[in-house]
């Protein structure tokens, strides 16, 4: 089976643009998690939602983030405009409650996002 | 203070060690938590989970202490595979958990 799926790998973009970063979870997971990672404040929750729907996204730095789970299978994380501060890898992770409270999170390869 | 803290190190230990990591976290609701490994670029990936037992898998071992609000996790017989950052991710509810920041483990041969 396909692992959590993240486009593109890599992103170079100049200060101002317009980012959008994809996912495609793992099928049969109804939850799914943005994060953002960098040296200095580690893997940060930006936001999840769950059968599509946001349940929380108080990691959202600012009104130039926004994301969007249209169905079960695809979401997009985008920011408008980018700031060379928003350079960081970002990982999109899905998961499913199944039979334990909490279940492992399964992880994308991660999107590295520079912004010059 | 940080919701969770993890001392970054690096350790640099050699092959055959035994080193142990310690995580403090804040939120005494949290009913599960989790140890997660991260190769250089790399996604983090499960390691194991916490039980409030304790629990032992080949080699690693985790605690955790409620009282105390910290987790561990030991690791034995170090290989240079092990070579990794280890995060402590204690839940926060509705699936949601909090990663440390996470502590560097370099074994040298």
């Not at chain 1, 943005?34 to 959202?60: A, C, H, K």
């Not at chain 2, 009913?31 to 916490?50: I, T």
Request: proline share 6%; with cysteine.
């Amino acid at each position: 089976d396909a692992g959590v799926i993240q486009s593109p790998r890599h992103e170079v973009t100049e200060m101002g643009q317009e980012v959008t970063l994809r996912c495609k979870p793992i099928s049969g997971h109804d939850y799914l998690f943005w994060y953002r990672q960098t040296m200095m404040r580690g893997l940060e929750l930006l936001i999840y939602f769950n059968n599509n729907v946001p349940i929380d996204d108080s990691g959202m730095p600012e009104d130039r983030f926004s994301a969007k789970m249209p169905n079960a299978s695809f979401s997009t994380l985008k920011i408008q405009p980018s700031e060379p501060r928003d350079s960081a890898v970002y990982f999109c992770a899905s998961t499913t409650r199944g039979r334990g409270n909490y279940n492992e999170q399964f992880f994308g390869p991660g999107t590295r996002l520079t912004v010059l | 203070r940080k919701e969770v803290e993890q001392d970054p190190g690096p350790f640099n230990v050699p092959e055959g060690a035994t080193v142990a990591f310690n995580c403090t976290y804040s939120n005494s609701a949290s009913q599960s938590f989790f140890w997660y490994r991260q190769d250089c670029r790399k996604e983090p990936k499960l390691l194991m989970s916490v039980y409030s037992s304790g629990n032992e898998d080949g080699r690693f071992t985790a605690q955790l202490n409620r009282a105390s609000q910290y987790i561990s996790l030991l690791i034995r017989d170090s290989k240079l595979s092990d070579s990794a950052t280890y995060l402590c991710a204690p839940s926060g509810g509705y699936q949601k958990v909090t990663f440390g920041t996470g502590t560097k483990l370099q074994v040298i041969p």
